[in-house]
């Protein structure tokens, strides 16, 4: 099994765009990014798993750790599974808790008054994002 795969995405990270009904038919240039490095993401993790000897049909199976470090030139990404019991199928994902949280942070909801920042203002501030799942 291996113990940790690292790889680069030689392409600047697009983040994902809010989708619109018309993205259906027509496609925005910041939908065209985003889909253009998702593959980018997915043909680097199966050059990955073939430098590693990996077969590839090869996925962590249970727990696993992640880290994605965002250069202005590239992407690096790095999988490793990690000791911790398998969770239950009904909890959440972690990036729908730390949207959540985000929610939390940026505003709050006064009615049809306009929003009032708590701590920051928009999630763009964040650089740094240390996140996990403990416990069942």
């Given at each position: 099994m291996a113990n940790i795969l690292s790889f680069e995405v030689p392409q600047v990270a697009s983040p994902k765009s809010r989708m619109t009904q018309s993205d259906r038919w027509i496609e925005r240039p910041t939908v065209a990014r985003y889909r253009e490095?998702?593959?980018?993401?997915?043909?680097?993790?199966?050059d990955a798993k073939r430098a590693a000897g990996l077969p590839d049909g090869f996925?962590?199976?249970?727990?696993?750790?992640?880290?994605?470090?965002?250069?202005?030139?590239?992407t690096i990404v790095q999988v490793w599974p990690v000791d911790a019991p398998p969770r239950g199928k009904r909890a959440g994902?972690?990036?729908?808790?730390?949207?959540?949280?985000?929610?939390?942070?940026?505003?709050?909801?006064?009615?049809?008054?306009s929003l009032v920042p708590i701590l920051i203002e928009d999630d763009s501030q964040v650089v740094i994002l240390n996140a996990r799942i403990e416990g069942t």
């Open positions: 490095f998702v593959d980018a993401v997915r043909a680097a993790a199966i996925i962590f199976d249970g727990p696993v750790g992640v880290e994605f470090i965002f250069k202005p030139d590239r994902d972690l990036d729908n808790f730390v949207k959540a949280v985000f929610e939390g942070l940026m505003h709050q909801s006064r009615g049809l008054e």
